[in-house]
């Protein structure tokens, strides 16, 4: 699955325009993009293809492809810095998503990914009560207990 337009990959890209590639050029390299987004959030545990797709990944999967298009399209000598380092930028957000460094979050606001940010406030195993050690009593709000500890001290 194609996750952006080629229309809005031109948009976001306008060198694209000023390029003799046809439409049905540009979308293979979208579909390839899309395909190695696809193989990176497998590997990282999340099901594809992902849609809605977040406007986070559809930026990478356009930045991808626009470093695809220009690889074979437009390489010349000394001007490789920019979509070697356009590339790098890319795949290491996959890696970090991957190594559970980084999630990827839904436009609605979801994890998508099981990093370990997911799990960051979720994971109660830790909770110490405010009054003590392991009664549940202890673990009681009295108002009145509040005071006189505070007035103890």
């Known amino acids: 699955m194609l996750y952006t337009t080629v229309d809005a990959w031109k948009t976001r890209y306008p060198k694209l325009s000023a390029t003799n590639a046809t439409s049905a050029t540009l979308y293979g390299y979208l579909e390839e993009a899309s395909d190695e987004a696809d193989g990176y959030l497998a590997t990282a545990g999340i099901t594809v293809p992902v849609t809605p797709a977040p406007p986070v990944l559809v930026g990478k999967v356009q930045a991808l492809a626009t470093v695809y298009f220009f690889e074979r399209n437009v390489r010349e000598a000394g001007k490789d810095a920019g979509v070697d380092k356009m590339r790098s930028g890319v795949l290491d957000w996959f890696q970090a998503l991957i190594d559970k460094k980084t999630t990827l979050v839904a436009s609605g606001g979801g994890a998508l990914g099981a990093g370990s940010l997911v799990t960051l406030w979720t994971n109660l195993d830790i909770y110490t009560p405010t009054f003590g050690a392991s ?8 108002p009145d207990r509040i005071d006189d500890e505070e007035d103890a001290r």
């Open 135 to 142: 009664d549940i009593v202890d673990a009681e709000v009295d």
